[in-house]
C-alpha cells in the first residue's frame, strides 16, 4: 500500500506544482513534492513498509518527474526539535496525529536533516523554529517573512505581493 500512496502523493505534487508554475505571482508550498521522495519514501523504504524493487522504481518516476520542474526560487527549512514538534502536534489536536511516535518523528528529523544538507537545486534558507512562534506572534511572523524576503530580493528591493 506504501507505494501506492507515495505513487499518489508523488502524482498529485507534481499537478500542482506544474499549477504553481504557470501562475504569475510567488507561492509557498508547505511540503514539496522533493520531501514526499526525500524523507517520506526513504523512510518507509528503510522502516520496511516499501520494497526495495518499489522504492526503486518510486525514485525513478520522482527523478523524471522532477526533471520537468523549475525547482524553487528558496527552499525554506524550519528547524525544530522533536520536543517543538511534539508540542505543535499536541497544540494542533489532530485525533490522526496523536498516535505519532517519538521514534518516527527522530527519524523524519535525521531525514530532514541530511536532505536540507545535501540540497543543491538553489538557495536554501534555514529559520531555527524552536524559540520562535510565527503562527502566535506577529513580532515572529514578521521576522520570518523579512528574513525571507531578504533571500530572495536582497536588503532593499522593491519587492513583488506575496
Same mark, same amino acid.
Given at each position: 500500500?506504501?507505494?501506492? =500512496? $507515495?505513487?499518489?502523493?508523488l502524482s498529485?505534487?507534481f499537478?500542482?506544482?506544474r ?9 509557498? $508550498? ?8 526525500e ?9 520496511? =513498509? ?12 520522482? =527523478?523524471?518527474?522532477?526533471?520537468y520542474?523549475?525547482?524553487p526560487?528558496?527552499?525554506v527549512?524550519l ?10 502536534? $499536541? ?13 518516527? =518523528?527522530?527519524?523524519?528529523e ?10 543543491d ?9 524552536d ?15 523579512? $528574513?525571507?524576503?531578504?533571500r ?6 522593491e519587492?513583488?505581493?506575496?
Amino acid at each position: 500500500w506504501s507505494f501506492n =500512496l $507515495q505513487v499518489f502523493f508523488l502524482s498529485s505534487r507534481f499537478a500542482h506544482q506544474r499549477k504553481i508554475e504557470e501562475l504569475p505571482h510567488s507561492v509557498v $508550498q508547505d511540503r514539496s513534492i522533493y520531501e514526499d521522495a526525500e524523507i517520506f519514501a526513504r523512510n518507509l523504504n528503510e522502516m520496511g =513498509l516499501m520494497t526495495a524493487r518499489d522504492y526503486e522504481n518510486y525514485r525513478e518516476l520522482y =527523478l523524471l518527474m522532477t526533471s520537468y520542474l523549475r525547482p524553487p526560487d528558496l527552499l525554506v527549512y524550519l528547524r525544530a526539535s522533536v520536543p517543538t514538534l511534539v508540542k505543535h502536534i $499536541q497544540a494542533r489536536g489532530r485525533e490522526f496525529e496523536s498516535s505519532i511516535r517519538i521514534e518516527y =518523528l527522530e527519524r523524519l528529523e535525521t531525514h530532514y536533516e541530511n536532505w536540507v544538507d545535501r540540497y543543491d537545486l538553489g538557495p536554501k534558507l534555514i529559520i531555527e523554529a524552536d524559540e520562535i512562534d510565527f503562527v502566535n506572534v506577529d513580532a515572529d511572523r514578521m521576522q520570518v517573512i523579512s $528574513q525571507i524576503e531578504s533571500r530572495l530580493y536582497g536588503l532593499f528591493p522593491e519587492k513583488p505581493n506575496l
